[in-house]
């Protein structure tokens, strides 16, 4: 008599469903992830999985599970744990109507490695081989992306898939970002005698008018204006102004004749304003990039879209993320989460969980399809 099959060990949704709760709830903006990072330790451990610590400065860590031989790893599931600061400090947390979950982080990205982890957590328990498949679960990503520096340094692997919101389409190509610094001078005077001055936010506003014309000109690029700051405070005419800038660029841009396109307006401003002296300077910089959909990592994971009913339609990932630090590292990144992009850093953010089961689904049957790789 031959012995009965046990059941292969699929995704909870309850207990996902606590999970992320649990996540949302913890506050963790981008340098606070202490708290976070130590909860998301102790429930992969809870679920037997072996983690290691890698830190990134102080009491911030990433939170790493790595198949036992290293060197046969094939992808690395990569989320990141921090979320921009509260809108509200008193109502950021988790509630939900329905099938809809929300609070701060709940789609970028807390959806996404809720997902992760509860896939990783099916694969523990199952007493399968285990697949060439890591887990990085990292801090830092909405300001300095830290936490994937610090991942790529120690650790090398050939694909990743990012967890970002992606409304489940896999993003196959990246957009390319570049962050500017502006800066306008003038003169300081009393500020009811303005016309003996020279105003440096008047300055910065006709500045911006040029890159914003500029930027409209082109179907792919798209600039947002993200801060403007006049020195001194005061009541004065401002002597100095700060602008910074977030461009965003389709990822066959060509993101070097950006920045000599950005330096001859400003140059060709300084010409023709008299008095402007504009300065513009270039901090994080990342061309986009697109991944061969003819990989044998791409083709896996399109198989397992056809498998699960769910349309095949790649996209390119608009914002900027660490797919793009990965990409500079020689990763080839897939950016493939839960949520809505356009839900992300609102005081609405919510995200569907029925989504979230799904996405739980299809990481674990990815991770799944790489044992059929393994000789």
Request: hydrophobic share 40%; glycine share 8%.
């Amino acid at each position: 008599m031959s012995k009965a099959k046990h059941p292969t060990p699929d995704i909870q949704p309850t207990r996902l469903r606590k999970l992320l709760g649990d996540l949302i709830d913890i506050y963790s903006p981008s340098g606070k992830e202490e708290q976070i990072v130590r909860f998301t330790e102790r429930y992969l451990k809870h679920h037997g999985l072996e983690v290691t610590r890698q830190e990134v400065d102080g009491n911030r860590f990433n939170v790493i599970v790595w198949p036992e031989n290293e060197h046969d790893i094939e992808v690395c599931l990569v989320g990141h744990l921090d979320t921009i600061a509260a809108y509200d400090l008193e109502d950021y947390g988790f509630h939900e109507e329905d099938d809809t979950l929300y609070g701060l982080g709940s789609t970028d990205m807390k959806a996404g490695c809720a997902a992760m982890m509860e896939a990783f957590a099916v694969l523990a328990e199952g007493g399968e081989p285990f697949p060439p498949i890591g887990l990085a679960l990292v801090v830092g990503e909405e300001e300095e992306s830290d936490g994937a520096k610090a991942l790529v340094r120690e650790y090398s692997f050939p694909w990743a898939i990012i967890g970002e919101p992606t409304n489940l389409k896999p993003c196959l190509g990246h957009y390319g970002y570049m962050e500017v610094q502006l800066r306008t001078k003038g003169k300081r005077v009393h500020s009811s005698i303005p016309e003996l001055g020279h105003n440096a936010i008047e300055s910065m506003l006709r500045l911006l008018l040029l890159v914003i014309e500029y930027a409209g000109l082109s179907p792919k690029l798209f600039c947002n204006v993200r801060q403007l700051t006049s020195y001194p405070a005061g009541f004065v005419v401002p002597d100095a102004c700060e602008s910074w800038l977030d461009l965003h660029l389709h990822p066959e841009s060509r993101i070097d004749v950006l920045r000599v396109d950005l330096e001859r307006l400003v140059d060709s401003a300084n010409r023709s304003t008299p008095g402007l002296d504009a300065q513009i300077r270039f901090e994080d910089t990342y061309s986009g990039y697109r991944v061969s959909k003819r990989s044998p990592q791409v083709k896996a994971l399109r198989e397992i879209y056809e498998a699960m009913g769910m349309t095949w339609e790649p996209q390119d990932f608009r914002s900027h993320s660490d797919g793009s630090v990965l990409w500079t590292a020689g990763v080839n990144p897939v950016i493939l989460g839960p949520g809505h992009l356009e839900e992300a850093h609102t005081p609405e953010e919510s995200v569907s969980f029925d989504q979230v089961v799904e996405a739980a689904r299809l990481y674990l049957a990815f991770a799944r399809s790489l044992l059929a790789t393994v000789p």
